[in-house]
Nanobody, 116 residues
Framework: QVQLVESGGGLVQAGGSLRLSCAAS????????MGWYRQAPGKERELVAD???????NYADSVKGRFTISRDNARKTVYLQMNSMKPEDTAVYYC??????????WGRGTQVTVSS
């Protein structure tokens, strides 16, 4: 059974930083693509960043230059370093694992709130 557990969310002032972590268990982590998504109240869930099994990264335009996704295959953990945060970054952030055969798994999410 694949489990993804996010941590590191919280309240931060605009301009501040947070680092999210997502620990995976029971998964084929090293061969999976990993991603961070977010969902703000009243909005659809959107991709923030993802990273392939080979380390290639992709970012939403809104976070380019501010957020960095990385992965540690030995620890089965994916990270999202968020800098220069803005109030519009406020959302529930979800970890996603996509298996090579297309199966998706989701964490329960962690709340990130950026105050102005």
């Amino acid at each position: 059974q694949v489990q993804l557990v996010e941590s590191g969310g919280g309240l931060v002032q605009a301009g501040g930083s947070l680092r999210l972590s997502c620990a995976a268990s029971g998964s084929f982590f090293s061969i999976s693509a990993m991603g961070w998504y977010r969902q703000a109240p009243g909005k659809e869930r959107e991709l923030v960043a993802d990273i392939s099994s080979g380390g290639s990264t992709n970012y939403a335009d809104s976070v380019k230059g501010r957020f960095t996704i990385s992965r540690d295959n030995a620890r089965k953990t994916v990270y999202l370093q968020m800098n220069s945060m803005k109030p519009e970054d406020t959302a529930v952030y979800y970890c996603n694992e996509k298996m090579p055969w297309g199966k998706n798994y989701w964490g329960r999410g962690t709340q990130v709130t950026v105050s102005s």
